[in-house]
């Protein structure tokens, strides 16, 4: 309903007033007890009597008439009582026309639809309706109360008596305009505010754009030397320094290829000298020990044969080794009178087991108890007598030398290691 007055003349006036008469006569009221709905109400959910208001008061004819040349429900000729009639008409029921009606009313008082949704009974949501009359906000928060899911009849029909009313006092305009005045001072008075703000605002900026003059001239120095650069590009010049550049970064690369070539085989030869010296101090450690075994093999065979070999004469004796009955379990055979020939000249009397070729191994234990100590050629011996030698060596808590090397050399390296006590197992006596 435009609440304005029709300057077409009186006609549009009494029909109007004949309309809004018409809708005042039947007021359905709620039956009592009577539960509130559970949604919003729709545009076309209202009382008939409501769409004229509504659709008068909250949209303006521009608007309608863009929604009439849309759904084309008016012709071209048509004024703006008669689209104003046909949209009434429309919103009576659910179509195209209404809906777009609906959409067009909440997005446009969304802003009040929020207020008054936060009302939860119909005696706010009345008393909320006042206080807008009173400040001249008529539009949204005729459209929120018509659709507020709390109202009832008799605060629907007191928004629809009032804009009723109102709509006699649009020619004169006074009361209506009188609040709105006193609206829009206020209103004046929060723009003058926000008016200082801004200009604080734009003073800063103000400031922030003097303070970046001097970046934007060093960005226009920066701009001008990236020009010159685009027209050495342009002219070929930069093309052929780059290639020129590239050819020599070609010959460096290769010439690095070649160094990380050699020294990858530096790297992989270091690796293989490393580990030949490793091998070969083993080695020489081995031939140090072998020697001074040998030596001292040697300076025995040079002595004079000890006749009392074993005996208690042997403890004054620097030849003669603290362990005086050594078991040798495993070796050579074709060896063994050299063995024994060289345990004689050391003081030493050599009990010998062939680790089960020929001996039973069950004779082990009898013959580890009658020992001193126990010498064991690793590569001279099979699994089982090994394995029997050392778990019986540790039971019964004897001293016992696995050494590598059959040969005399290396029996003499295991008699040296212990003349020196040095033991693979260590018995009660080494402990």
Request: glycine share 8%; charged share 25%; with cysteine.
């Amino acid at each position: 309903m435009c609440l304005a007055s029709d300057p077409k003349g009186g006609d549009l006036q009494a029909l109007l007033r004949a309309e809004y008469a018409s809708a005042l006569v039947a007021i359905e009221l709620p039956k009592p007890g009577a539960l509130p709905s559970l949604r919003r109400a729709r545009l076309w959910d209202l009382d008939d009597k409501l769409h004229c208001p509504i659709i008068g008061t909250c949209i303006s004819i521009e608007e309608l008439q863009r929604l009439a040349r849309r759904f084309q429900f008016a012709g071209p000729s048509d004024d703006d009582f008669t689209v104003h009639v046909e949209a009434v008409g429309l919103a009576r029921n659910r179509n195209p026309v209404s809906e777009a009606l609906q959409r067009h009313l909440e997005k446009k008082f969304h802003l009040a639809v929020e207020r008054f949704g936060k009302l939860k009974s119909d005696a706010e949501v009345r008393q909320q309706w006042i206080e807008c009359c009173n400040r001249g906000e008529v539009a949204g928060p005729l459209w929120a109360v018509c659709t507020h899911r709390a109202v009832s009849a008799e605060t629907r029909q007191r928004a629809y008596t009032d804009i009723h009313m109102l709509s006699h006092q649009v020619g004169a305009g006074q009361a209506a305009d009188a609040r709105r005045l006193a609206h829009l001072l206020a209103e004046n008075a929060d723009l003058k505010r926000s008016h200082a703000q801004e200009t604080a605002a734009l003073r800063r900026q103000l400031a922030d754009a003097t303070a970046g003059l001097a970046e934007r001239e060093a960005a226009a120095e920066q701009a001008a030397l990236y020009q010159k650069r685009l027209q050495r590009f342009e002219s070929g010049q930069a093309y052929v320094e780059m290639g020129q550049r590239l050819l020599a970064l070609q010959a460096s690369h290769e010439a690095l290829l070649s160094s990380a070539r050699q020294v990858q085989e530096l790297e992989r030869q270091l690796k293989e000298s490393r580990e030949e010296l490793r091998r070969l101090s083993v080695e020489r450690d081995t031939a140090v020990a072998e020697r001074e075994a040998l030596e001292h093999l040697l300076q025995a065979l040079d002595s004079p044969v000890c006749d009392k070999a074993g005996g208690d004469d042997c403890a004054g004796c620097s030849e003669a080794l603290t362990a005086r009955c050594v078991l040798y379990v495993g070796g050579r055979a074709s060896l063994l009178a050299q063995y024994r020939q060289l345990a004689e000249r050391l003081g030493i009397t050599l009990i010998h087991h062939d680790g089960g070729q020929e001996e039973s191994l069950s004779r082990l234990p009898e013959l580890i108890r009658g020992a001193d100590a126990v010498v064991c050629p690793t590569d001279r011996i099979s699994h089982n007598a090994y394995y029997h030698v050392k778990a019986h060596c540790k039971r019964v808590g004897k001293p016992c030398l696995f050494y590598r090397g059959g040969g005399v050399s290396g029996f003499a390296v295991a008699m040296a290691r212990v003349s020196r006590g040095e033991f693979s197992v260590a018995g009660s006596e080494a402990g």
